[in-house]
Nanobody, 120 residues
Framework: EVQLVESGGGSVQAGGSLRLSCVASGYSIANYCMAWFRQVPGKERKAVAAIAEDGATSYAAAVKGRFTISKDNATNTVHLQLNTLKPEDTATYYC???????????????WGQGTQVTVS
């Protein structure tokens, strides 16, 4: 069974930092594209960042230069470093796994339960 479990969310002041982690089980992230999405209640889920099997990364314009996605194949973990946080970054952040390097949520088959990030 494929599972993704996120952690690292919390409440921070504007300008602060957080590091989110997503631990995968049931498969190897080395064979998948991994991504982070975020969602605010009542709005659609939006892509934040993705990392392909070869390590190539892509970012949404709203977070480029502030957020960094990385992965550790040995521990089957994906990280999202969030720096210079803004109130508009407040959302539930979800980890996802798919077979296509993409920022399109339709291309992702597996999702975590989410972790809340609140920036005040």
């Amino acid at each position: 069974e494929v599972q993704l479990v996120e952690s690292g969310g919390g409440s921070v002041q504007a300008g602060g930092s957080l590091r989110l982690s997503c631990v995968a089980s049931g498969y190897s992230i080395a064979n998948y594209c991994m991504a982070w999405f975020r969602q605010v209640p009542g709005k659609e889920r939006k892509a934040v960042a993705a990392i392909a099997e070869d390590g190539a990364t892509s970012y949404a314009a709203a977070v480029k230069g502030r957020f960094t996605i990385s992965k550790d194949n040995a521990t089957n973990t994906v990280h999202l470093q969030l720096n210079t946080l803004k109130p508009e970054d407040t959302a539930t952040y979800y980890c996802a796994a798919g077979t296509l390097p993409s920022l399109n949520s339709a291309h992702f088959d597996y999702w975590g339960q989410g972790t809340q990030v609140t920036v005040s």
